[in-house]
């Protein structure tokens, strides 16, 4: 594991990698596709406009450019680490007027300050996100958000699924992949505080990444 010895992935993070690769190539590939995949598995899964569903690691909205217009105003929180992701999602992939009528709040947090948020969601996301985490920082995201969001929120998630554990990174990078058995996905939540439901495949087109569902449990 040579990141682990202080040499730099291949690919930049942050503002460096938003420059290099663009917006929607930092985010990963088929940027419409999976957006419009995951507006349509919350909606299977019974997503209402008065639902508020927090975006974690929301990028550059490719989710959220479906979620936007669809939530009630106010509704959507996005939560990302790199601020250029998100000020290109805003300038480039959302009508200034659904901003305006809709008021998305977006949060730019290394650390899932989810109490800087004005809502507490019931319904949380997090595609592409816990693929690119270590154990620690799952960990953290899922306590913090329980937290926040208190009993019955829900919250859906993926990751690269292995029938037994493996070695990872020690560092969480976003261009790194991370992966976990079922059973492990499962651990992270009970430490946090959730617990939990195995989905399994939920795509054609998700790059081997497996679903997870968390239930907040107070």
Not at 199 to 205: E, I, L, M, Q, R
Request: hydrophobic letters at 40%.
């Amino acid at each position: 594991m040579l990141v682990d010895r202080g040499y730099a992935p291949a690919k930049p993070g942050g503002a460096e990698g938003v420059a290099a690769l663009g917006h929607r190539s930092y985010v990963g590939r088929e940027w419409d596709a999976m957006g419009a995949l995951q507006f349509q598995f919350l909606l299977d899964q019974g997503l209402r406009p008065d639902d508020v569903v927090c975006d974690i690691g929301c990028g550059s909205l490719r989710a959220g450019r479906h979620l936007v217009p669809y939530l009630d105003r106010g509704h959507y929180l996005g939560l990302e680490a790199v601020a250029e992701l998100v000020a290109e999602g805003l300038a480039r992939e959302l009508d200034p007027a659904v901003v305006a009528a809709k008021t998305p709040e977006l949060v730019i947090s290394e650390c899932f300050e989810f109490e800087r948020f004005s809502r507490r969601p019931t319904r949380a996301l997090a595609v592409s996100l816990f693929t690119h985490l270590n154990g620690a920082d799952i960990v953290s995201c899922l306590t913090r958000l329980g937290q926040w969001a208190g009993g019955g929120c829900t919250c859906v998630a993926t990751f690269f699924e292995v029938p037994r554990p493996v070695r990872n990174y020690r560092r969480s990078h976003p261009h790194l992949g991370f992966h976990y058995t079922r059973e492990e996905m499962s651990a992270f939540g009970a430490e946090s505080g959730w617990t939990s439901e195995y989905v399994g495949p939920w795509g054609d087109f998700v790059g081997g990444q497996m679903m997870i569902r968390y239930i907040a449990l107070t």
